[in-house]
Antibody, heavy 119, light 110 residues
Framework: EVQLVESGGGLIQPGGSLRLSCAAS????????MSWVRQAPGKGLEWVSV??????YYVDSVKGRFTISRDNSKNTLYLQMNSLRAEDTAVYYCARPNSASFKHAFDIWGQGTMVTVSS | QSALTQPASVSGSPGQSITISCTGT?????????VSWYQQHPGKAPKLMIY???KRPSGVSNRFSGSKSGNTASLTISGLQAEDEADYYC??????????FGTGTKVTVL
C-alpha cells in the first residue's frame, strides 16, 4: 500500500525552527518529485516546495527560510523550517506531484501534520 | 505566484449539475494543460479528482468532468449527490517546477 506519513509538527515560538518528516512506503522518494503543501486554519491549499533530483523549488514566501531534502536510505522527505512566523501556522501535507502518469497532479497525500507558530 | 481564483461557494440540489470555475493568468493556467482538481472533506487530506484538465484517475466517478478555455478551467459535477459536499481546489503547473492552487470552493448540496 502506498502511504505517506508526516510527523514533526507542534507548537513553536516565532523565530524558531522545526523539521518535518514524511516517511514513504510503497513508493521510492528518490525516484519521484516530492512536495510539501500547506493549509492555514480555515484557508486554502498553498504549494510550498518540491524536490526533483538534486533540484529544489520554493514558493516566494518561504525562500531562504525553508529547506526541502530527502534521505534515500530512510525513504523519507524532510522540510526544515527556520525563522518561523505566525503566518506559517498550517497543516503541512507531504504529497507527490506525479510527473509521469498524472502530469504533475498530486496523486498521493499524507494525513498532514500541524505546525503552530505562536508565543 | 498568486492563487488561482475560484468562487467561494457553489450550491445545488441533488441530481443537479454545478460548475466551478478556476481563473489564472497566461503565465500559469493559460500556458499549460496541467490543471488538476482536488476534493477535500473536513479534516481530511485532499483527493485527486481530475488531472491534465479533463482526465479522471481510476476510481473517480464519471460524474466529475473538467475543461479549460484560455486562462479559465472548470470542474463540473453532474448528478450532484450528498457525498459531493466538500471543498474543491484547482491547481496548475506554473512553470519552472512550481505549482499554484486555487482559492477553493465550498460545494453545498441543498
Amino acid at each position: 500500500e502506498v502511504q505517506l506519513v508526516e510527523s514533526g509538527g507542534g507548537l513553536i515560538q516565532p523565530g524558531g525552527s522545526l523539521r518535518l518528516s514524511c516517511a514513504a512506503s510503497g513508493i521510492t522518494v528518490s525516484s519521484n518529485y516530492m512536495s510539501w503543501v500547506r493549509q492555514a486554519p480555515g484557508k486554502g491549499l498553498e504549494w510550498v516546495s518540491v524536490i526533483s533530483g538534486a533540484d529544489t523549488y520554493y514558493v516566494d514566501s518561504v525562500k531562504g527560510r525553508f529547506t526541502i531534502s530527502r534521505d534515500n536510505s530512510k525513504n523519507t522527505l524532510y522540510l526544515q523550517m527556520n525563522s518561523l512566523r505566525a503566518e506559517d501556522t498550517a497543516v503541512y501535507y507531504c504529497a507527490r506531484p506525479n510527473s509521469a502518469s498524472f502530469k504533475h497532479a498530486f496523486d498521493i497525500w499524507g494525513q498532514g501534520t500541524m505546525v503552530t507558530v505562536s508565543s | 505566484q498568486s492563487a488561482l481564483t475560484q468562487p467561494a461557494s457553489v450550491s445545488g440540489s441533488p441530481g443537479q449539475s454545478i460548475t466551478i470555475s478556476c481563473t489564472g493568468t497566461s503565465s500559469d493556467l493559460g500556458s499549460y494543460n496541467l490543471v488538476s482538481w482536488y476534493q477535500q472533506h473536513p479534516g481530511k487530506a485532499p483527493k485527486l479528482m481530475i488531472y491534465e484538465v479533463s482526465k479522471r484517475p481510476s476510481g473517480v466517478s464519471n460524474r466529475f468532468s473538467g475543461s479549460k478555455s484560455g486562462n479559465t478551467a472548470s470542474l463540473t459535477i453532474s448528478g450532484l449527490q450528498a457525498e459531493d459536499e466538500a471543498d474543491y481546489y484547482c491547481c496548475s503547473y506554473a512553470g519552472s517546477t512550481t505549482y499554484v492552487f486555487g482559492t477553493g470552493t465550498k460545494v453545498t448540496v441543498l
